[in-house]
């Protein structure tokens, strides 16, 4: 089962990312995607295509989001095991702030978020800024949450058009959270301020209906970086 990656990354870093630390995230992809190639042959070199990305939260600069799309869970394992990624996670590491509250973040969702597009859509990695959105879900809401986001999520693309609004399920349950599913939105924006009118589309209260179904919402929005 394709699966997709969500990985939130704090960092020590207090103020603006430097060119030398850009340059050792590139570094950082840059062997993740050799090692990707080389383990399936059959998977576009281009990023976007292959749904792998590096993003920085605008509400807050820094955390960094990562996004990538693996055939399976165990695919992923493949790399997590790999002397590439020690490598990888050897340089990036010291600058992970892991103290307090902040915490690396990271899970599957249920299906490719990032690819099989319409043809009138435009990839979500394209976008000028992304918004993401976690929701947490009771068991028995899981099935109505799903059917209504379905039925009105089309709301939300009038606005977003043609960047599409996407959603998925959290394979890898928080141990936190027992009784609850996680509900991840994902949508692309020409910029924050098209995001905040989507509130006035005529039907915009039929997709807010979904927050009657959800026990806590967390939304918040990134800039690609890499």
């Keep these: 089962m394709v699966v997709s990656e969500l990985a939130i990354l704090p960092l020590t870093a207090k103020d603006d990312l430097g060119s030398e630390f850009l340059a050792l995230l590139e570094r950082c992809q840059a062997t993740q995607d ?52 020690a490598s990888v996670m050897a340089d990036l590491s010291p600058h992970l702030d892991t103290q307090g509250e902040r915490a ?35 068991n028995d809401k899981r099935d109505e949450f799903q059917r209504r986001f379905d039925e009105t999520k089309d709301v939300v693309e009038d606005v977003s058009r043609p960047y599409p609004l996407r959603g998925a399920w959290r394979i890898e349950k928080d141990e936190r959270e027992a009784g609850r599913d996680e509900f991840v939105m994902y949508c692309g924006w020409a910029s924050v301020d098209e995001h905040m009118s989507s509130g ?21 929005h990134y800039k690609r970086i890499i």
């Excluded at 990305?53 to 790999?82: C, F, K, N």
């Excluded at 990271?106 to 993401?132: C, I, K, N, Q």
């Excluded at 589309?201 to 967390?218: G, I, M, N, T, W």
């Design 104 to 138: 690396v973040v990271f899970f599957h969702l249920e299906g490719p978020v990032f690819t099989s597009l319409r043809p009138d859509e435009r990839s979500l990695l394209e976008a000028p800024v992304m918004s993401v959105g976690r929701f947490s879900v009771g």
């Design 200 to 220: 006035q589309h005529p039907r915009y209260a039929e997709f807010q209906e979904l927050q009657k179904l959800v026990s806590s919402a967390d939304i918040r």
């Design 34 to 85: 050799a090692w990707v190639l080389k383990d399936d042959p059959s998977l576009p070199a281009d990023r976007t295509a292959r749904g792998t990305s590096m993003y920085r939260q605008l509400e807050d600069p820094t955390v960094l989001l990562l996004t990538a799309q693996w055939e399976s869970p165990e695919a992923h394992g493949r790399w997590i095991a790999s002397a590439e990624n």
